[in-house]
């Protein structure tokens, strides 16, 4: 398969903000482009392969930077931690949803974003609290429902940040990219109509 101009911009501007986020200052928690990404990749990519390498590949080249980065003490944020893995499982699964998302519709990009961050929350608050994962006071969620609430709101505050980056970045990758189609520079052959 021929790659299209729409790919590469699309890899490049998901490089870019895997990569820039990271360093915002005072960035809250929760506060990450992957979500937005899968959705975008999903949405724009009509090849389902590249929808979904194009998000994980980007996001492992920024973790491969940060990585490299820390062990040079440049930077005091990791490229690789525990639990990463799940992120990808995760933030591959979201690429699903954005399948659904027609990238002209602003209402569907909106829908899209908090159907993508409260799934990604969910999800990974549920594997938390299967897993044993450590609650504020380093013990053990129990795993009983009043543990798994528990979980859910000690990760409210990751929530609220994914919802305000989702949406800030969608709005950024989806009109980017709309800005772009309309002056002409990308084709939408590999675009949904």
């Known amino acids: 398969m021929k790659i299209d101009k729409s ?5 490049v501007l998901l490089v870019l903000i895997a990569s820039l986020y990271r360093i915002m200052p005072g960035r809250p928690l929760g506060f990450a ?3 937005a990404m899968a959705l975008f990749a999903g949405s724009i990519v009509k090849d389902k392969k590249f929808a979904f390498i194009l998000p994980l590949f980007s996001m492992f080249i920024s973790d491969l930077t940060y990585e490299v980065l820390y062990s040079f003490n440049i930077s005091s944020v ?13 933030i591959g699964a ?15 990009i909106v829908a899209g974003s908090f159907a993508g961050a409260i799934a990604y929350f969910f999800v990974s608050n549920l594997a938390v609290w299967m897993g044993g994962g450590l609650a504020l006071n380093n013990l053990p969620y129990p795993t009983t429902m009043e543990g798994l609430l528990s979980c859910l709101t000690a990760g409210l505050p990751f929530l609220k940040g994914s919802l305000y980056a989702t949406l800030f970045f969608s709005a950024v990758l ?9 002056s ?6 590999l675009a949904k109509a």
């Open 7 to 11: 790919i590469i911009i699309s890899f």
């Open 33 to 35: 482009p992957q979500i």
């Open 78 to 90: 990791p490229g690789f931690y525990d639990g990463q893995f799940l992120n990808y499982v995760l």
């Open 94 to 108: 979201v690429t699903f949803i954005g399948f659904a998302i027609n990238r002209k519709k602003i209402a569907q």
């Open 174 to 182: 989806f009109g980017g990219y709309y800005l772009l189609e309309k």
């Open 184 to 189: 002409g520079y990308t084709k939408p052959v």
